[in-house]
């Protein structure tokens, strides 16, 4: 393994990343910056050498905002990139199903499951943002970024509006806000929830996980498994 590697994102930018050192796992434990939702904008940038084939940008400040405006599903994929890049392609961990509550042993190699599509990877679209007419008026919706996941991990509590709102570029030519979208009518809300289901981009870190206890099925989110940062946070007594 070469200590740098280089590939392209979904969107069709080119990077380059190297290999992690141990520094970059202190970024996942400072409080300050799991609580605001800059942690991965740090833990992104401790790995990227290269963007658009130009060396980034020394400026901590300016290499935070470009990584906030990148789409979710490019920095999934680059999250996944560095991921295999420092720690290797196998992914070993317990968790615990949400049905029985009783913990199963995995071993996944993330390199396979991209290359058989078990972990998908969409195209972008080009007719963005999508124009929502409701009944109070129109609402712009739009691929998420950096800037709506670190907005959305800011909040202490998250619900369904909340997640129409990170999707949604304006509403009647302003910057939405969320007492608006709560005198959304139910069936105008289902609209713009339905509008931003179909905007599919980039990696999906979504995977299906089988209880080997009582056989139930479950999705998560790669990132949501402590070992997809540091291995070995819950695999140190795996039975597979």
């Keep these: 393994m070469t200590d740098t590697e280089k590939f392209v994102l979904p969107s069709g930018i080119e990077c380059e990343i190297q290999e992690l050192t141990a520094e970059a796992e202190r970024v996942l434990t400072n409080k300050a910056d799991v609580k605001s939702g800059q942690w991965i904008n ?10 658009g084939g130009k060396p980034v940008p020394q400026n901590q400040g300016e290499l935070i905002n470009m990584l906030l405006d ?3 599903g490019d920095r999934n994929y680059l999250l996944l990139r560095i991921r295999m890049q420092s720690y290797g392609d196998e992914m070993i961990f317990n968790y615990e199903c949400p ?3 009783k913990t199963s042993g995995y071993k996944l190699n993330l390199r396979e499951m991209l290359e058989d599509g078990t972990l ?8 963005v943002p999508i124009v929502v007419e409701t009944r109070d008026g129109t609402a712009e919706i739009d691929y998420t970024t950096g800037r709506s996941e670190q907005w959305l991990a800011s909040l202490k509590d998250i619900d369904t509006i909340h997640l129409a709102l990170a999707a949604c570029k304006s509403f009647n030519g302003k910057a939405p806000e969320y007492k608006d ?6 069936r ?3 609209k713009i929830r339905m509008a931003y289901s179909e905007l599919k981009g980039g990696l999906d870190p979504q995977i299906e996980l089988n209880c080997y206890e009582c056989d139930n099925s479950y999705k998560v989110m790669l990132q949501q498994i402590p070992d997809f ?5 819950t695999a140190g007594s795996i039975g597979l």
Excluded: Q
């Design 42 to 51: 740090k833990f992104i940038a401790k790995a990227l050498v290269k963007i």
């Design 70 to 72: 990148m789409k979710t």
């Design 99 to 101: 049905k029985c509550h």
């Design 120 to 127: 998908k990877i969409y195209p972008f679209r080009d007719d």
């Design 181 to 186: 979208f709560c005198k959304l009518k139910t």
């Design 188 to 190: 105008d809300i289902s």
């Design 229 to 233: 940062f540091t291995p070995l946070t």
